[in-house]
């Protein structure tokens, strides 16, 4: 056992006093890394972080309480940043910058936490077995034309918990359960673990469409150009594509406010945006900023502008209508 | 220690949780169970059979490759059940090169594939992954039990397979009970292959009132509940096997393997290879063909590293682990009451949480300990302490004892049975003292069962990920956080680089700790 403290104590966090931000992130290393290095090159100040999945970081937060180290939590959908905002994790920025560079649907009201990068979620289909014109809106899926020609993601998915959540927003819940009860009776196989499947299932003809969020398209089809895949916008006629954020807040506790302010700040300006849109593929939330050529190829598109809390707020009741109505 | 992270798990059932309850009661609830009881009996049986079966033939039969056998069964321990699960889907799915070839040949209408998305292929994904725990259990038994055993049953007129069922079988059961005992707490705990195949049990439920209906009041609660349930099995399963004694009356020779000859000989050998082909080799490839295609671009300097701290907390843990298990076997042996019985068995128990949860339930008790203690360096030395415990490998190691406890005290406790009173009655006749009966009687004989659970801890550790990711301090990143960072995203073949370090990784210690036993 002494071996072992001994051991911990000269491997163990050490006190450096060299400016820092300590950050929780749920948005994986590969996603973020690209993103703090260039913060630390313009200002000497360093970022730690750790990453994990949001269940067990809000956890974390929660138990740590005001001993936390981390100055600041991001996370891949806004469900997770609207709970830590529940739950007392996260305190509000006012920020000029910030309110400039980010929309105010992809935003807390109360600017607690802010969207770093939009994740359109979109309908993929054959090319060889579906015209664009068969295609219309994500409610339009239930309809019996696509008996036996749908896949899914698994409800279990939060991009599609929040699809569902500002479903009943538009629609209200009864409506959006026989929407949902429509899409399950319409599937060709039981729903899929991950969205890459899905898209190769519709491509190998097994069914004709999916939901996706378009990142997962543009990497697929980067791997395999020649796949019978493209992207169809829904929902132009009416309130436009669902999009999620990623996103970020800092916490309650946050030791260093003002660096972890001017970091949350740097995700939202040009610089970083530019590569947060093109390491992942996906659409920078700074309106004065472009997507990836590779991505901008995909077309313009209208976006859902209903705020994205919306989805926090309706994911827990959108996953038991999702479970009552037999959506796996 | 560890009851700690079971009772902060325990204690929610006292605090409401709104309509998550009913709501699972109404919907989804039954569904799941029937799920997992069917997973949990597929797997366990399974894991037995395979597991038993193949420790029987490597241990007692003489065929062709039975020494490389031996060992190689093994193998599967290294790599996690999700990749299993990931590579054979892959593989065997509708899309996969499998059935797109026997499509383009016989023609989309003229064949008939059995679906792997099935309950069926789930469990056989599991038992793949699970049997080398009853495997590596029953082996050392059988190794154990040396030739007496066999001579006993010829002599009674056995025949072998007679001696096997009616000897050799009723006396491995403390170890194959063991082993079968760690495959269900894996399977009820796992969570990443039935995720992949999107095949919803108990912990699904778990989970999901956890990260997407954001209560994990009701999580700990559904968890409590499957405490309970492991809690039942084990006491039923030690009620079956209370009245019966498994002592050898004395340390046998060695027993000289029965040769096996001609198609029988073959069938064994063909028997073993094809576990070893779908348990290891077919994984191991594919994660090589994907591993190649990323090599250059992702092998840096930091592969180093995460292999550097997966092999070091492995090391660590194994040795924490199993020295806490042979305190817990000697107390157990020491005061055989139901007190000291029951506290064993919940103190292995945290091997049958889903991870997460687990990781939850060590991590409240120990931030709120660290609050505490800075609080109190504030008030009495007006010192700002920070967080002393959290963020450092002693938290880490605590936790995967929690953990691989259960990893570690079945096959030390299974091999304990062989210590019989009369062993230390002679020892104390011959006038040793406790701690050179110990060193010079115990421990020979314990040798082979404390080896097996250093080898199994060890690279369940290495495997090891929702502990890891929640208490690892900051940039100790292992090769099995590298997976999930590569993973929680699909990327599959950039995934296939850690893992394929780490399955390499696992195979050292595992032939090592082989080798011991065998000697």
Not at chain 2, 213 to 225: D, N, V
Request: hydrophobic share 50%; aromatic share 12%.
């Amino acid at each position: 056992m002494t071996a072992i403290f001994c051991f911990a104590i000269f491997f163990g966090p050490s006190a450096s006093h060299a400016e820092q931000v300590v950050v929780y992130s749920a948005r994986i290393e590969q996603l973020i890394k690209p993103m703090f290095d260039a913060f630390t090159k313009d200002t000497g100040i360093n970022v730690k972080f750790v990453t994990d999945k949001e269940g067990p970081l809000l956890a974390r937060l929660k138990a740590e309480g005001k001993n936390t180290p981390a100055d600041m939590l991001i996370t891949s959908d806004a469900g997770n940043l609207w709970e830590a905002a529940q739950e007392g994790l996260l305190r509000p920025v006012e920020s000029k910058t910030l309110q400039a560079n980010v929309p105010a649907y992809l935003h807390d009201p109360r600017n607690q936490w802010f969207g770093l990068s939009v994740r359109a979620r979109t309908i993929i289909y054959n090319t060889q077995k579906v015209k664009p014109s068969d295609l219309s809106t994500y409610e339009a899926l239930a309809e019996p034309q696509w008996k036996g020609r749908l896949c899914l993601r698994t409800s279990k998915k939060v991009y599609n918990q929040s699809l569902v959540a500002m479903m009943i927003a538009e629609h209200g819940a009864a409506r959006t359960e026989e929407i949902i009860k429509g899409w399950v009776a319409n599937l060709a196989i039981d729903p899929l673990s991950d969205e890459t499947k899905a898209m190769e299932f519709v491509a190998a003809g097994r069914c004709d469409v999916t939901i996706a969020n378009s990142y997962y398209y543009g990497r697929l089809m980067q791997k395999n150009p020649a796949l019978p895949l493209a992207i169809f916008w829904p929902n132009q006629e009416g309130s436009g594509v669902h999009v999620n954020i990623s996103g970020a807040g800092i916490t309650k506790y946050a030791h260093n406010v003002p660096a972890a302010t001017r970091l949350l700040e740097f995700l939202s300006s040009e610089e970083a945006q530019n590569l947060f849109a093109d390491v992942n593929m996906e659409y920078p939330v700074n309106p004065r900023v472009k997507p990836d050529p590779a991505v901008a190829a995909w077309g313009t598109f209208k976006q859902n502008t209903i705020n994205v809390t919306t989805a926090g707020e309706l994911q827990a009741e959108a996953v038991k209508l999702m479970d009552r109505a037999g959506y796996r | 220690m560890v009851l700690v992270p079971v009772g902060t798990v325990i204690s929610s059932l006292f605090v409401p949780a709104g309509d998550v309850w009913q709501h699972l009661v109404e919907t989804t609830l039954a569904g799941l169970l029937v799920n997992t009881f069917w997973l949990a009996v597929g797997v366990a049986a399974g894991s037995a059979l395979l597991g038993v079966s193949l420790a029987w033939f490597t241990a007692v039969c003489e065929f062709p490759g039975r020494k490389f056998f031996s060992w190689a069964l093994l193998l599967p321990l290294a790599i996690p059940a999700y990749v299993t699960a990931f590579v054979a889907l892959g593989l065997f799915d509708y899309i996969g090169p499998v059935q797109t070839a026997l499509r383009t040949w016989l023609g989309p209408d003229l064949f008939w594939f059995p679906d792997i998305r099935s309950r069926l292929g789930v469990i056989i994904v599991m038992v793949l992954a699970f049997y080398p725990y009853v495997y590596l259990l029953a082996r050392n038994a059988f190794l154990t039990q040396g030739k007496r055993s066999l001579e006993v049953a010829q002599s009674l007129g056995f025949n072998r397979t007679q001696g096997f069922f009616k000897l050799a079988l009723p006396m491995a059961r403390p170890w194959i009970a063991g082993g079968t005992m760690l495959a269900l707490m894996e399977t009820l705990a796992d969570f990443g292959t039935v995720a992949v195949f999107n095949y919803d049990t108990f912990t699904t439920a778990i989970y999901k009132a956890w990260f997407a209906m954001f209560s994990l009041t009701a999580a700990s609660q559904l968890a409590s509940l499957l405490i309970v349930i492991v809690f039942a099995v084990i006491i039923v399963e030690q009620q079956f096997r209370s009245r019966m004694r498994y002592a050898e009356t004395r340390q046998s020779a060695k027993a000289i393997p029965i040769p096996l000859t001609g198609w029988r000989a073959w069938l064994i050998s063909g028997f073993a290879s094809g576990t070893l082909f779908f348990a290891f080799l077919l994984p191991v490839m594919q994660l090589g063909i994907w591993a190649v295609a990323v090599v250059e671009r992702d092998f840096d300097q930091r592969y180093l590293e995460f292999l550097w701290h997966s092999l070091l907390l492995s090391a660590f843990a194994a040795l924490l682990t199993c020295t806490v298990a042979l305190l817990m076997v000697y107390a157990a042996r020491r005061c055989p009451d139901s007190a000291t019985r029951g506290a064993v068995h919940i103190s292995t128990i945290g091997y049958a949480l889903p991870g997460a949860v687990l990781a939850v339930g060590i991590f409240i008790p120990i931030a709120w300990l660290d609050g505490w203690l800075s609080e109190m360096a504030m008030q009495l030395f007006h010192i700002e302490t920070g967080l002393l415990i959290q963020g450092t490998l002693v938290t880490m190691l605590i936790a995967y004892m929690t953990r691989f406890l259960a990893v570690s005290h079945s096959p030390i406790d299974s091999a304990m049975q062989r210590v019989t009173g009369s062993i230390d009655e002679a020892a104390m006749g011959l006038g040793l003292s406790g701690w050179a009966t110990l060193c010079r009687v115990h421990l020979p004989i314990l040798k082979g069962g404390i080896f097996t659970a250093a080898a199994l801890v060890f690279v369940d550790v290495m495997k090891e990920m929702p502990i890891t990711l929640m208490t690892r301090p900051f940039g100790w990143d292992t090769l099995s956080v590298r997976i999930f960072e590569m993973t929680t995203e699909g990327q599959w073949e950039q995934a296939a680089l850690p893992a394929v370090t780490l399955v390499l990784a696992g195979l050292l210690p595992l032939i090592f700790f082989m080798r011991q036993t065998e000697s």
